[in-house]
């Protein structure tokens, strides 16, 4: 089964490993892979310390009917007393496909690109390259928009 790694930080790169912080993979739906019918049972992953986590996913690209992930944040917010608090989630709006490689997670995120305006100057393709992004290649001076 692929292993997928990465980080989850704060914006301000800090860990969140004090507030008991969950990442939670669901998948989409049941299906089926050549390794035999999948229940959509959500998978539960706790970073290290430092935030870095992996975590077992089976390939989702040739699974019938298309199958994807979505990836939810738990945390536990303290309470003014000092106390364990609420808890909050964060809902990211972005599916994860997977293939049989594994790898850096975040490559393999399909992240709605709002910035439609942005344009990303480089002699080399970016990489991450959002889906609706436009490379202009400093170096011939050609452009391309990845459209999937």
Excluded: C
């Excluded at 738990?74 to 049989?100: K, N």
């Amino acid at each position: 089964m692929p292993i997928y790694t990465s980080k989850l930080t704060d914006f301000g790169l800090g860990s969140l490993s004090a507030l008991d912080v969950e990442i939670i993979f669901e998948p989409s739906g049941p299906s089926v892979s050549s390794g035999g019918l999948h229940a959509a049972r959500p998978i539960l992953v706790r970073p290290a310390a430092d935030g870095s986590f992996s975590v077992n996913l089976i390939a989702t690209e040739t699974m019938m009917p298309a199958a994807w992930y979505v990836m939810r944040f738990r945390w536990r917010e303290p309470s003014l007393t000092g106390q364990a608090g609420f808890v909050a989630y964060d809902f990211p709006e972005f599916r994860l496909v997977t293939a049989a490689g594994g790898g850096d997670l975040t490559k393999w995120l399909n992240v709605p690109f709002d910035n439609l305006l942005m344009v990303i100057t480089e002699p080399a393709p970016p990489d991450p390259w959002p889906i609706g992004a436009i490379w202009l290649n400093t170096g011939s001076g050609d452009y391309f928009r990845r459209r999937a």
